[in-house]
Each structure stands twice: as structure tokens, then as C-alpha cells.
């Protein structure tokens, strides 16, 4: 398939490609900015945090005890491109104690992961992440 960014399912994917990109870049600004103003944060066995603030708090929260790369991202997109997901592996480092997890002492992980997003007039409405956060765990507390 070619892209040429004029297809729906394109430009969604490019979007949570650009997502991702700052991310692993730690451009929370470029990563709110893709972002609704509503945006909807499903946390992995978590609450849903909702609106670009809390996204930014959670983004804060996360640059004080995880340093992560996300690698071997794949895409799909619905033809719509309103519904994507995405499937990544993270490499991470565990640097500052969170809140009701392990003790962090510069630990390494390796955890695939998942997410799942809205789009809505270009920009990231819903983000839903999954990994398995007893892998996760053991992988820590070895």
C-alpha cells in the first residue's frame, strides 16, 4: 500500500506515529499538542483522567520515575481513522518510587505493551493503555 496522506486511516496513523515519536523524544509539548482539550486517559487497571492538564500531570508524574523508549511501535488504523491502536515494546528504566508500586533502585524492564486511541478533527481524543503490570512488577522487584 502506498501512502500519500490523503486517506483518513493515513493521517490517523502518522498521528499516533508523530504521538509516540515525542514521546520517545520526552516532547511533552509536542505530545500535549496532539491532544484534544478533553482527551480522555484510560490508565492501565486505572481510572480515566480526562483533559489535556491531567494528561500534562500524568506526563509529570511518569518523567519522575520512568525514563522509557518505546520500540518496534506497529499502527493500525480503521478506515475511518478514528479508531487506531498501537503495539510497542517498552524499554525502561524504574528511577523514583510510584505511588503503591516496588521501591525503585534504577531498575531495568523490558514489557510489551498496547494502547488503543480516538481521533477526532485530527488530533488524539481517547488514549487506552494496556501492559501486564505483574510482569511488569517482577521485573522490578527481582
Known amino acids: ?38 482527551v480522555a486517559h484510560d490508565l492501565n487497571q486505572g481510572a480515566r483522567e480526562t483533559g489535556r ?10 518523567d519522575r520515575s520512568y525514563r522509557e523508549q518505546l520500540r518496534d511501535i506497529v499502527v493500525m488504523a480503521n478506515q475511518a ?4 491502536a498501537a503495539e510497542y515494546v517498552v524499554h525502561g528504566q524504574y528511577l523514583a518510587d510510584d ?19 480516538d481521533v477526532r478533527d485530527g488530533r ?6 494496556y501492559y501486564n503490570l505483574e510482569d511488569w512488577v517482577a521485573q522490578v522487584s527481582g
Open 53 to 62: 492538564d491531567a494528561f500534562a500531570a500524568f506526563l509529570a508524574r511518569m
Open 81 to 84: 481513522g478514528d479508531r487506531v
Open 124 to 129: 488524539i481524543a481517547r488514549v487506552t493503555n
Open 99 to 117: 505511588t503503591g508500586l516496588p521501591p525503585a533502585r534504577g531498575q531495568k524492564y523490558v514489557l510489551p505493551g498496547g494502547a488503543f486511541f
Open 1 to 38: 500500500m502506498i501512502i500519500d496522506g490523503t486517506r483518513a486511516h493515513d493521517r490517523a496513523t502518522t498521528l499516533i506515529l508523530d504521538y509516540y515519536a515525542a514521546f520517545n523524544r520526552g516532547d511533552w509539548a509536542a505530545m500535549l499538542a496532539l491532544l484534544t482539550d478533553d
